[in-house]
């Protein structure tokens, strides 16, 4: 069991920055990929950005050069540094852990949290 609680969405003018953090606990050391999903009201779920527990990343092309996914093995948190926002960005995000446990994969979500973009 994974337990993922996510901090640091709100308001914000277009062209701000905001700092959203996924915290994990429980079973972290058999998580092999954590990311960032969003959903915008009317539109389906969307991967924003993930990271591999090696640290490879990847973004999704709308967010590349503007969005940051990291992660601190020491706190157990994944963080996603949002630039230069867009009013397109407005969406609930939510963070994703993938876990194996002997050769199944499970999917674990935090309960996500509002990002609006808007002057």
Known sequence: QVQLVESGGGLVQPGGSLRLSCAASGTIFSIIVM???RQAPGKQRELVAAITSS?????????????TISRDNAKNTMYLQMNSLKSEDTAVYSCHAGVVV???QYDY????TQVT???
Not at 55 to 67: N, P
Not at 109 to 112: K, L
């Open 35 to 37: 990311g960032w999903y």
């Open 55 to 67: 640290g490879i990343t990847h973004y999704a092309d709308a967010v590349k050069g503007r969005f």
């Open 102 to 104: 002997k050769a199944t």
């Open 109 to 112: 979500w935090g309960q996500g």
């Open 117 to 119: 973009v808007s002057s």
